[in-house]
């Protein structure tokens, strides 16, 4: 039986600057929605400045953090596999990373018949 791969990872870049957050913000979480530029932009926030809802679905942790997505967007994405990446620039207005002069960016792998075989399990 093969193992279920993660649904979402992050680059080294993206775990650095998680670390960098997590080190100035304290407890902090991952959102993302289907909302600005298609939804691909993760927001990140302090732990207690967002609201998780009933159906917003958990992927995962990436660098110790929980990260989640819109019920919706779930069903549209759940064949791939969301990796969290850094590029230059300005973060969404209320993410944390803006400031920084780096930015969170979601890239995307569809899954193999067989980790889909193993996520279905």
Known sequence: MTAPPPRVTATPAALALIAS??????AILFHQSGGC??????MCYPVDDFLIGDGD???GEIGG???YISGPQYEVWKHTQLIIDVVPGRGGMFSLENGSGQRFL????????????????
């Open 21 to 26: 957050l997590r080190h100035e913000h304290g």
């Open 106 to 121: 979601l890239r995307s792998r569809v899954f193999s018949e067989a980790e889909s075989a193993a996520l279905a399990m």
């Open 65 to 67: 953090t929980a990260f």
């Open 57 to 59: 679905v958990h992927l």
């Open 37 to 42: 530029c298609d939804g691909s932009a993760p």
